[in-house]
């Protein structure tokens, strides 16, 4: 079955290479920028804006989640990710787990569809991640964690034994969750932060650093 690849930016080009270490290459890519029609995103071509999939049956394809996140002070940026998830799940369109070959996820691992565990990323025993959920590059998930829908563990944080996070939580890279903490639904938390408490629904924790202001 032919798959297709939302959105054509940098976070869909870890998808297909996620997707190519597997031995699955894409049929196309599309994106909102019509001017993207016909042009190459690492190799695949794209075949023009999100419309074009609603020509296609359920049936004949399968949709993979492109879209990344910028979080913010105040958001997420997962709101974007979530809601063309949804457009097409309601259709009946299908997405996929999405692990890379070099990814690790114990046997007994609970994974939504959508999911995404990017490579070398480490998910242990008793852990779940949620539909639509980027467990991105080199993040590692730890024992018994229950991973919400729509989150971003971002490249090489941890989430250590017994960490729940709610749905749209952005956890920045490098960032550490310590041992049997919550997190509560969109909350974010900056890249490189050590986290020793529970965080609160909404609730940003650190200071971004970031060439473009106010982002994480």
Do not use: W
């Amino acid at each position: 079955m032919n798959i297709i690849v939302l959105c054509a930016g940098g976070h869909a080009r870890v998808v297909i290479e996620a997707l190519r270490s597997r031995n699955i290459t894409p049929a196309g890519i599309t994106d909102i920028d019509a001017g993207l029609n016909g042009k190459l995103i690492a190799g695949i071509p794209c075949i023009g804006t999100d419309d074009v999939v609603d020509s296609m049956t359920p049936q004949t394809v399968q949709l993979a989640n492109g879209c990344g996140n910028r979080a913010k002070l105040s958001d997420s940026g997962l709101a974007s990710r979530r809601k063309l998830f949804e457009r097409f799940t309601t259709k009946k369109y299908h997405f996929p787990k999405i692990v890379h070959a070099s990814a690790i996820a114990a046997s007994d691992t609970i994974i939504g569809d959508g999911a995404q565990l990017m490579a070398g990323s480490i998910v242990q025993a008793g852990a779940s991640v949620g539909t639509n959920t980027i467990v991105n590059s080199g993040a590692i998930v730890e024992h018994d964690c229950k991973i919400g829908s729509h989150v971003h563990i971002a490249p090489g944080a941890i989430l250590c034994g017994s960490v729940t996070i709610a749905e749209e939580v952005h956890v920045g890279a490098g960032a550490i969750v310590l041992q049997g903490l919550s997190i509560g639904r969109r909350a974010i938390i900056a890249a490189g932060m050590v986290i020793t408490r529970d965080v609160l629904e909404g609730e940003t924790i650190g200071i971004p650093f970031s060439k473009n202001p106010g982002e994480l």
